[in-house]
């Protein structure tokens, strides 16, 4: 079997589609990854073919010109013509193709015309229209003041995202002879998606207009050792802070409110620098600062990790039983962290923009014995399977039902097999 994963976003979008790359190779498929060009190092790293997608997430995010809400129309615009562009001819002589990432538009499309399944893949509940949530912060038409039904919101939801994908979209299908889509969002998502997350860290709340298979995160094992200075300085104190915002724009002194918080609190700091990158405010020797690393490998050996409320970022630092501060700065982080708060496992910042008494006082709870043990008993429930879950969905033709003990899924319901 050959399987083209594509996605385009940023590491917390590209590294689970990795990791499921890497699950399909082990049980014998062909693989080939559609990602953006920020991420050929990472790949490379695990020896999974990559066809570059778009242009650079890191250049649009932190660039001389940083992208606004001003420019979604143009961004999705480009997109769905990097679709056709890349995907298109990637997916040629493929099985099937499993899309993730921002609103793959245009995949589906391309799977329909090749006459092989297609699978979307999203990393936490946030953008699957429920009863039970409203929906992420977009670009586009206003909600009706007022209003907290939340299937008024969701209809909202859709027409702003025919706003920006439905006519680069349309213009691609009239052109290969096929009718226009109307509702860009729920023709992206099927009615049948695959929810690629915890169900203990990101539960499904369920819906009755879809059949969600719930596999895990698809996480990517990461054997590589720490870099032998990291190494030193953990071996020179007590546990550290970890401190990083990883790919997204972050208030500019961040860095010095997280050091200053947490040396009040008598701890030493590791900042990650990031896609922001974050750096040191003195030559002191109780803070050391690094570039990318292995997470894995390093979160057991911290006092507790204050970061921005990334899907992998938060997953990675759960399974490490770790206690954590989320200081969410835009789309689905404030999710994960009240889904921190709420699991016990940390403290979340009101907020996007900290100060020194701010950040300390939710330090102050992360790093209480109460949430340290809380911290450790939810790590281990979370579970590790989630790429060899869907590998296998994919591998045994289940893209339209679930029928492993291991998988959650919402209330029954009938569904179409997406093409």
């Known amino acids: 079997m050959r399987v083209l994963l594509s996605t385009w976003g940023s590491r ?4 689970p ?48 010109r940083p992208s606004t809400s001003a420019d979604a129309p143009r961004v999705a615009a480009e997109l769905v013509a990097a679709h056709f562009d890349t995907v298109a001819p990637a997916a040629e002589g493929c099985d099937a193709l499993v899309a993730s990432g921002l609103m793959p538009a245009g995949q589906r499309t391309i799977a329909e015309m090749l006459g092989i399944p297609y699978v979307l893949v999203t990393l936490h509940p946030c953008p699957l229209p429920s009863p039970h949530h409203s929906p992420l912060p977009r670009p586009g038409r206003p909600f009706p003041p007022g209003v907290t039904d939340n299937r008024v919101l969701w209809e909202v939801d859709a027409e702003r995202v025919q706003a920006l994908y439905g006519a680069p979209l349309n213009a691609q299908r009239a052109s290969l002879g096929l009718p226009p889509v109307h509702n ?26 879809l059949d969600v298979v719930q596999t895990g995160a698809l996480i990517l094992p990461d054997e590589r050792p720490l870099p032998a200075d990291l190494e030193r300085f953990l071996d020179a ?51 050391f600062a690094l570039g990318e690393v292995n997470h894995q490998a390093l979160f057991g050996r911290v006092a507790a990790v204050v970061h921005h409320g990334g899907a992998g970022t938060t997953t990675t630092a759960t399974m490490a039983g770790v206690p954590q501060v989320v200081v969410p700065q835009i789309a689905d982080q404030p999710y994960w962290a ?82």
């Open 12 to 15: 917390g979008d590209v590294e």
């Open 17 to 64: 589609m990795v990791a499921l790359a890497v699950q399909l190779q082990a049980l014998g498929a062909g693989v080939r990854v559609c990602a953006p060009p920020d991420f050929e190092e990472l790949l490379a790293r695990v020896g999974v073919p990559m066809v570059p997608l778009g242009k650079s997430v890191r250049e649009l995010v932190h660039g001389e």
């Open 184 to 209: 860009v969002r729920d023709h992206v998502f099927t009615d049948h998606p695959w929810l690629a997350a915890d169900p203990i860290l990101a539960p499904w709340p369920g819906s009755p207009d």
């Open 237 to 287: 104190g007590a546990p550290p802070v970890y401190v990083s915002m990883g790919s997204v724009r972050a208030p500019g002194d961040i860095a010095r409110v997280a050091i200053e918080a947490i040396r009040a609190h008598g701890g030493r700091v590791v900042v990650g620098r990031g896609w922001a990158d974050l750096a040191l405010v003195d030559d002191r020797d109780d803070c």
């Open 338 to 419: 009240r889904r921190v708060a709420d699991l016990g496992i940390g403290a979340a910042h009101d907020g996007p923009t900290p100060t020194v008494e701010s950040l300390s006082a939710a330090l102050a709870t992360a790093l209480t014995p109460e949430v340290r043990t809380r911290a450790a008993a939810v790590a281990g429930m979370i579970r590790t399977d989630g790429a060899r879950v869907a590998a296998r969905l994919l591998l045994d033709g289940e893209t339209s039902s679930a029928t492993s003990d291991s998988v959650v899924s919402s209330e029954p319901k009938s569904v179409r097999r997406p093409h």
